[in-house]
């Protein structure tokens, strides 16, 4: 089964202009979860999509916005970028372990977006 | 207090010994945790997971779990060269979102 794919891969941007990200989940998959990864902060949590519905958001400023499709894709945007936004995203998702009620998250590669 | 702790390290360990990785959280009502394992420049990878007290073996791993105590712990036996990376304790808070900790940076050297 293919993994998580994200694209691009890299980008390179400059402060002000907007970005979109793009990820598929892993065939079947319907949840979709997005992070932040800088070496000062860590990995930090973005927000969750599952059937196209926003669940759970994390505390970044209003920049950051996504969406999901019906086909469970998803996108990330960020808006107005700014030098700290330089950091690799990386998206994540979910299936059900069998015989169980928890959810484990399967990450994809990742794209890393340079802000100058 | 951060919600998820771990020693950054490096935590040093000649091949073949046991590495042991520990990890706190704060939230007491947190049902799931999880090991990942980062390579420099990679994406983190699932290693394992557990949410029952106890242990949980899966081949040269040991994910322990004790949820009084609000402490996860990771056991590497038989530890390699290859297993050297950041491995990630993450919490699952709910609907899917991952709080994860500062990692712990393994050297295994030969």
């Known amino acids: 089964k293919a993994g998580v794919t994200q694209t691009p891969r890299y980008l390179i941007k400059t402060r002000g202009q907007q970005v979109t990200l793009s990820c598929s989940p892993i065939s079947g998959h319907r949840s979709v979860s997005w992070y932040q990864q800088t070496p000062g902060q860590g990995l930090q949590f973005l927000f969750e999509y599952f059937s196209e519905t926003q669940r759970n958001k994390g505390n970044f400023p209003g920049r950051f916005s996504g969406r999901q499709f019906s086909n469970s894709r998803s996108e990330m945007n960020v808006s107005t970028l700014e030098l700290g936004d330089s950091a690799l995203y990386l998206c994540?998702?979910?299936?059900?372990?069998?015989?169980?009620?928890?959810?484990?998250?399967?990450f994809g590669p990742g794209t890393r977006l340079l802000v100058l | 207090q951060k919600e998820v702790e771990q020693n950054s390290g490096p935590l040093s360990v000649p091949e073949g010994a046991i590495a042991s990785l520990n990890c706190t959280y704060s939230d007491r009502g947190s049902q799931s945790f999880f090991w990942y394992r980062q390579y420099s420049g990679k994406s983190p990878e699932l290693i394992m997971f557990i949410y029952s007290n106890g242990d949980k073996e899966d081949g040269r791993f040991t994910a322990q779990l004790n949820k009084a105590s609000q402490y996860v712990s990771l056991l590497i036996r038989d530890s390699q060269p290859s297993d050297s990376a950041t491995y990630l304790c993450a919490v699952n808070t709910g609907f899917q979102k991952l709080v994860f900790g500062t990692g712990t940076r393994l050297l295994v050297s030969p």
């Open positions: 994540a998702s979910s299936s059900r372990t069998s015989g169980s009620n928890q959810e484990t998250q399967y």
